[in-house]
């Protein structure tokens, strides 16, 4: 989908994979629910199997990611979960992922950058990680 145009499910995110890294471009205004991480955790596991490819996270302003979806992300994931590049260029979302790294404190590689193209180099450098560790 282009542009948000209105989705058959109206989910508040969009996943691809495109060049091993997992992108998640998350819908301007929504919030995202216990059953939206549900179904993002299932996604990302059907992506990507193996739970090694970085995950590009676009955060848009106006944006909600309520508590207890927070907290099974942190849960799932623990120690095992895929990089995260966390991207925004809004200060009240940046201010939410650093809420969320500084209580959630998750054991997966996680960093907030203002610039995706920062971002995107930094998913790179992971995958070439995996690529090198085996």
């Known amino acids: ?7 058959v499910f109206k ?11 997992l992108h998640l471009v998350l819908a301007p205004g929504a919030v995202m629910q216990v059953r939206d ?6 996604l990302i596991g059907a992506l990507d199997p193996s739970g090694h490819a970085p ?4 955060y848009p302003d106006r944006y909600a ?6 907290e099974l992300l942190r849960r799932v994931c623990g120690s095992h979960g895929h990089p995260v590049a ?9 201010q939410q992922g650093e809420r969320f790294q500084r209580l959630q404190r998750p054991a997966f590689p996680f960093r907030i ?21 085996g």
């Open 55 to 58: 995950v590009l996270l676009e």
């Open 65 to 70: 990611v309520r508590a207890e979806a927070s």
């Open 37 to 42: 991480m549900k179904e993002v955790l299932r």
């Open 11 to 21: 989910s508040p995110f969009e996943l691809w994979r495109e060049e091993g890294v």
């Open 113 to 133: 950058f203002d610039d995706r193209s920062k971002a995107y180099a930094w998913t790179r450098e992971r995958l070439q990680l995996v690529e090198i560790m």
């Open 1 to 7: 989908m282009i542009g948000w145009e209105t989705s």
């Open 86 to 94: 966390f991207y925004t260029r809004d200060a009240i979302s940046r």
